[in-house]
């Protein structure tokens, strides 16, 4: 349904235009589908607007989705790749406008955050689509994933002015390893270590022993299998910080863990090489990204009020508005108190 040369579809004209389109058109009904979390019908009508050559950079990202939903996280590096392509070919002149490159940095940090969510969904649920996605991985997918990634994140960051989306992708990179790139791994350690044998008589086995490759694929980072999972909107709010770290935050704190190890193994050269990418981490620190789930309630809150917020924030000079300020800092529950 939805291939990779739909995202070849010449758009440098749109760069420039209103995000979303007027009211009616396919590029706002393939953004408000895509706000209501309808990737597919976001990415059909994202289609129909490449194909009409009136779409914009967001329809791009939205017709990206429905390449990976629709023919599995494999082509994953594929579409990292075209979107690399596009950009060296649409901006070979020139970096585009201060307005365009927000414009992109939002959409294409918007699809690395969507696309590891998808990954972190399935994961979960271990459900057909999980499975679907373990089955069409191939083993060069970790070299050919980590190339074109590091390439397009390469390509943003020579383009774009501050960019926030290489971060979005680093966390889709962890999410990927995480899951792909260790299944892959296992499986070629199974395959090594397989040796000739008899077929075991039916009935013999453990009916309930799945693949080992894909066994290991499903057990948590303590190796004990991982329990099913119901669909996110049935499991509870909050269970432990750990359900709440996003695939970053748990490879931040193994990178924590080997830096505490070589310090204390006297390895001084290594620990330096460590310490330096966690400053580099900690330099840009963005909290959403390792702990999504904790702040998901506030944003959704704060997309709705926004705007009301923002008519309070217009006093933000104000003495009384100083006070409450002071207040809150020195006693949140003096603050709630008030009336």
């Not at 704190?253 to 006297?266: C, H, M, Q, S, T």
Request: charged share 25%.
């Amino acid at each position: 349904m939805f291939d990779l040369t739909g995202l070849q579809q010449p758009i440098i004209a749109q760069y420039d235009g209103p995000a979303e389109g007027p009211p009616g058109t396919l590029d706002r009904r393939a953004a408000q589908f895509a706000a209501a979390g309808d990737y597919l019908d976001a990415a059909r009508m994202a289609q129909r607007a490449l194909k009409t050559g009136a779409a914009s950079f967001e329809s791009i990202v939205y017709y990206s989705v429905g390449v990976l939903l629709d023919g599995g996280m494999s082509r994953l590096s594929e579409v990292l790749e075209e979107l690399n392509g596009r950009l060296a070919r649409d901006f070979a002149a020139g970096p585009p406008s201060p307005r365009t490159q927000k414009r992109i940095d939002a959409s294409l940090g918007w699809l690395f955050q969507t696309v590891g969510a998808q990954i972190a969904f399935h994961k979960a649920r271990r459900d057909d689509v999980w499975h679907a996605w373990l089955s069409g991985c191939d083993d060069d997918l970790p070299e050919r994933y980590g190339r074109h990634s590091a390439e397009l994140r390469q390509r943003i960051q020579a383009l774009l002015s501050r960019p926030l989306s290489p971060a979005r992708l680093e966390a889709l990179d962890a999410a990927v390893d995480a899951s792909f790139c260790q299944f892959i791994a296992s499986r070629r350690r199974d395959d090594d270590d397989a040796a000739p044998a008899e077929p075991a008589a039916s009935g013999d086995g453990d009916p309930d022993e799945s693949p080992a490759a894909e066994d290991e694929a499903l057990r948590d980072d303590d190796g004990e299998r991982a329990p099913s999972v119901p669909p996110r909107a049935e499991a509870p709010a909050f269970a432990s910080p750990d359900d709440e770290a996003s695939p970053l935050m748990v490879q931040l704190v193994r990178k924590l863990e080997a830096f505490y190890a070589l310090i204390d193994g006297g390895d001084l050269a290594r620990a330096s090489i460590v310490a330096a990418d966690i400053e580099r981490i900690r330099g840009n620190f963005d909290p959403v990204l390792y702990l999504p789930r904790l702040f998901a309630r506030y944003l959704d809150v704060l997309c709705r009020a926004g705007d009301d917020l923002m008519a309070h924030a217009a006093n933000d000079e104000s003495l009384s508005r100083q006070a409450l300020q002071k207040l809150y800092e020195a006693d949140i529950a003096a603050f709630l108190a008030r009336t």
